[in-house]
């Protein structure tokens, strides 16, 4: 196979630019090193402490399952033994022709990489991976294995569609965490930094790894930002308001006006209550709560509370009562309008389609002038690598961990969603804050991510069984709340989707597929990156781009190919439309009315339960 000439140099037979030997000092050195073996034995002991009390769990999934789909496809390998030897002999040629181009380095010639990382693998972007012939190869080796995984995986014979995206996952989990990155001998900008602070950076980088530890009782919850730099209500969910209503399940947030004059139609956001409501009120400028109110909306918002075993049974007919239906209640009663604006996200956006979905069952539809869902599934037929957690063997043993404390804890269902992004989520913070030993940076939007909830476990075994595993929610009377048969294909009200290009909790094809479902009008944008940074991308940023078409064509890529890009952020597209339902405009409202008094500043008490 040909390859295009390189302009990279030949890279020397030294691994990376050494620091003047002369500047380590060896008995500073060697101080550190005692201090970390120290650490080292403290954490030992931490780890063995925690272990034989606490069963071993990975998110929401149990290590049998993963051990089950391995065993399931040995067995399907097995059969026909041929084409393994032959995959084995492709990975012993690949290798050959690698030595070749490593030996070739070693001799000064100018070649291109025999294979390189992905352009969006940060893992390797560091120069010292390149400055040097044995971390390159390294490199090289590692990424040869990767690819041969991978390919095999999608190669075995006779698995059936949901062992073999599950037997995917968990490779590319073990081909995540075998990087050489995430081993200090062998990632090159590790070494070089342990030298050039003569092992301060591995004493430091072992003192936070046992105070994640400690902090999270032997779970080791890593640590994503710098969580003593936020302090809610101050310089993070700090957006004027009041609490005006509460009962145990949620506070309702009114904001403090920012105009004159308001639209009619308040606005009431729905977030999900996986994590807290104020990923929609972070800092100032990322805030899109006090965005809207200076668009001149009255805005509400749902903040939910911290379950703990007293709030065990509550199912999730209790979310929906509880939830959006009350605070559409005390919300007419305060603002004096017959109609509110319903804004979910993610599973937010799901509960506000069973609400208005209820509402047109019970005859009140017209309650709600326009409703907004951000990255929310609706159809759950392609729930993308979450689906990997659902099959029956884990949902019931989930099931049984969650009975045992009545909910399920913050910091499996956290850990779940960061395994779907564990390069970016996980193993970058175990380099940059166990290995080279730094702080982690201070970040509105990973202390949000970081400050995760527990779920009740009547409700979320619901959520999973009848969502994931059944579908049920698409299928007209498929489920039942409030003893009312929910069927979201009736529902009328205009609807704005919005999806994002790169989400990996919901995929935005997924997500398109709501397009399909109701009968009234929908307007669907697609944002570009993630879950959360394409949602959070305010217009003072400029950052990303989105994409529209009017035209919504059955599939998802036939709408992608013929829709139009924007630069910027998608939030001043979303309020053009949402202004044209909005009414017209009237005096702007203080939080509460002699009714529903303010009971406390926001963000209010239950945001600030942490786990």
């Known amino acids: 196979m ?10 020397p037979a030294a691994n990376a630019p050494q620091p003047d030997a002369e500047a380590i000092d060896p008995q500073l050195f060697a101080a550190n090193m005692a201090l970390a073996s120290d650490l080292w034995q403290r954490i030992t002991q931490e780890v063995a402490a925690h272990s034989l009390s606490k069963p071993v769990t990975l998110g929401h999934t149990d290590p049998l399952s993963m051990a ?20 084995q002999l492709g990975l012993i040629g690949e290798h050959v022709k690698l030595w070749q181009w490593w030996t070739g380095q070693m001799l000064g010639r100018e070649e291109a990489p025999y294979v390189e990382a992905a352009p969006r693998d940060r893992r390797f972007s560091n120069a010292s991976w390149a400055n040097g012939a044995l971390f390159d190869y390294i490199k090289q080796n590692y990424l040869v294995n990767a690819r041969w995984m991978e390919d095999l995986v999608t190669q075995v014979d006779g698995l059936d569609d949901a062992t073999r995206r599950k037997l995917s996952f968990f490779t590319r989990q073990f081909i995540d965490a075998a990087s050489p990155s995430n081993f200090l001998l062998t990632n090159p900008e590790v070494m070089a930094r342990m030298i050039e602070s003569n092992g301060e950076s591995v004493v430091s980088g072992l003192r936070q790894f046992l105070a994640d530890l400690e902090k999270s009782d032997g779970a080791l919850r890593i640590s994503m930002t710098d969580e003593t730099a936020f302090t809610l209500g101050k ?73 703990d075993e007293t709030l065990a ?24 309008s017959k109609q509110t604006a319903l804004a979910g996200y993610c599973l937010g956006g799901t509960l506000t389609a069973i609400t208005l979905a209820y509402l047109r069952g019970i005859g009140e539809e017209d309650r709600i002038a326009s409703a907004t869902y951000f990255t929310t599934l609706i159809d759950f037929s392609e729930a993308g690598d979450l689906s990997v957690f659902i099959d029956d063997t884990q949902l019931d043993a989930l099931e049984g961990r969650m009975r045992e404390r009545g909910y399920l804890e913050a910091s499996e269902m956290a850990t779940t969603f960061n395994m779907l992004r564990a390069n970016d989520l996980i193993w970058s ?51 039942t709340l409030l003893d009312m048969p929910i069927n979201v294909t009736k529902i009328e009200t205009p609807s704005y989707i919005l999806a994002t290009r790169e989400d990996h909790i919901a995929p935005w094809k997924s997500t398109y597929a709501a397009t399909q479902v109701y009968d009234g009008p929908v307007t669907f ?52 439309w949402q202004r044209k339902l909005a009414g017209p405009k009237v005096p702007a409202r203080k939080p509460g009315n002699a009714r529903y008094k303010p009971i406390e500043p926001a963000p209010g008490r239950y945001a600030k339960v942490r786990t």
């Open 429 to 479: 913070f175990v380099v940059n804050n166990y290995l080279l030993g730094k702080h982690p940076f201070p970040f509105d939007l990973l202390y949000w991510n970081a400050d995760a909830t527990r779920m009740p476990a009547t409700m979320h075994a619901f959520y999973l069984r009848n969502m994931y595993q059944k579908n049920n929610l698409v299928k007209p009377g498929g489920i």
């Open 2 to 11: 040909k390859r295009k000439p390189s302009s990279r140099k030949p890279a």
């Open 235 to 307: 310089n993070i969910a700090a957006t004027p308001g009041s609490v005006v209503y509460e009962n145990e399940l949620m506070q309702l947030i009114q904001y403090a006006p920012a105009t004159e004059k308001v639209h009619k139609v308040p606005i009431l956001i729905v977030p999900a209550w996986i994590n807290k409501y104020y990923i929609l009120d972070l800092t100032a400028e990322r805030s899109f709560a006090k965005w809207l109110t200076e668009q001149g909306y009255t805005v509400f918002i749902l903040s939910w509370a911290n379950p």
């Open 68 to 87: 089950e789909s391995f065993l399931h496809t040995a067995r399907n390998v097995s059969i026909d033994p041929a084409k393994l030897a032959n995959a």
């Open 525 to 576: 944008t697609l944002a570009d990156s993630g879950h959360v940074a394409g949602v959070i991308n305010p217009p003072v940023k400029n950052k990303y781009c989105y994409w529209t078409n009017a035209k919504l064509s059955p599939k998802a890529e036939d709408w992608f190919d013929k829709a139009t890009e924007h630069v910027g952020s998608w939030w001043p597209h979303w309020e053009q």
């Open 313 to 336: 049974r509550k199912t999730f007919e209790d979310y929906l009562s509880e939830g959006p239906l009350a605070a559409l209640d005390v919300i007419e009663n305060i603002t004096k």
